[in-house]
Nanobody, 125 residues
C-alpha cells in the first residue's frame, strides 16, 4: 500500500485546514487509517484514527472537539479536518494504515505497516 499525504500549509491560529491521504495498491476498506504527528524535538504521537470496519473513530485528547477524521472508501482517501488550530498543532502530519487492525491497537504507531511521507502544518500565533 502506498500513501500520499497532502494539504498541509501555513495557517493562523484559529484557522482550519483539511489534510488528505490517498491510498493505492491495496483494498482500502480493509485498512484502519490514522494520523500521527511529530513536532520539532518531540516524539511522534497519535492524533486520530478511523477503523476499517464500522468507521469507529478515536482521537487524542489534545485534538478532541477540534479535529475530525473521515474516510471515503470510493476515493481511497482519509481526511483530517482540523479546526480551531493552535500553535501547538504545528508538526509534520503522517497518515498510516494497518490492515484488519483490532480496535485496541489504533493508537499504537508500532502496529502500522504503511506510512505516508508527511505533510507540514504550521500554525502561527
Amino acid at each position: 500500500v502506498q500513501l500520499q499525504a497532502s494539504g498541509g500549509g501555513l495557517v493562523q491560529a484559529g484557522g482550519s485546514l483539511r489534510l488528505s491521504c490517498k491510498a493505492s495498491g491495496g483494498t482500502f476498506s480493509d485498512y484502519t487509517m490514522a494520523w500521527f504527528r511529530q513536532a520539532p524535538g518531540k516524539a511522534r504521537e497519535f492524533v486520530g484514527g478511523i477503523r476499517y470496519r464500522g468507521g469507529t473513530t478515536r482521537y487524542a485528547d489534545s485534538v478532541k472537539g477540534r479535529f475530525t477524521i473521515s474516510r471515503d472508501n470510493v476515493k481511497n482517501t482519509v481526511y483530517l479536518h482540523m479546526n480551531s488550530l493552535k500553535p501547538e498543532d504545528t508538526a509534520v502530519y503522517y497518515c498510516a494504515a494497518d490492515r484488519w487492525q483490532i480496535l485496541s491497537s489504533m493508537t499504537d504507531q508500532a502496529q502500522y505497516d504503511y506510512w505516508g511521507q508527511g505533510t507540514l502544518v504550521t500554525v502561527s500565533s
